[in-house]
């Protein structure tokens, strides 16, 4: 069964930054779109950031733009996403996903794995 992992989440001022590390177990993450999301509390699930097969695609949602950076390492099957700038309306917890039709279809918020745990982001002022 495939199972999302993320991690590196954490509480930090604002201004800081951190790393998050998505990693699967069942499948491989070389061959596929892969995106990142958050749900801040009382909202939405929203787009966040999304990379191609290749790595040679990246999309950002606006508000991140400049200050997150998503990659991927492919012979450790992970994508990672840095964030740094946080600022606090960054708090939220934070999931990533796939899909067959790539960066495109992850923007739109089409996935099509089960929600892993997440991991949670946490910016105070």
């Known amino acids: 069964q495939v199972q999302l992992v993320e991690s590196g989440g954490a509480s930090v001022q604002v201004g800081g930054s951190l790393k998050l590390s998505c990693a699967a177990s069942?499948?491989?993450?070389?061959?596929?779109?892969t995106g990142w999301f958050r749900q801040a509390p009382g909202k939405d699930r929203e787009f966040v950031a999304a990379?191609?097969?290749?790595?040679?695609?990246?999309r950002y949602t606006n508000s991140v733009q400049g200050r997150f950076t998503i990659s991927r390492d492919n012979s450790k099957n992970t994508v990672y996403l840095q964030l740094n700038r946080l600022l606090p309306e960054d708090t939220a917890v934070y999931y990533c996903?796939?899909?067959?039709?790539?960066?495109?279809?992850?923007?739109?918020?089409?996935?099509?794995?089960?929600w892993g745990q997440g991991t949670q982001v946490t910016v105070s002022s």
């Open positions: 990379i191609s097969l290749s790595g040679d695609i990246t």
């Open positions: 069942g499948r491989t993450l070389t061959n596929i779109a």
């Open positions: 996903n796939i899909h067959h039709d790539g960066t495109s279809a992850l923007e739109k918020l089409r996935t099509i794995l089960p």
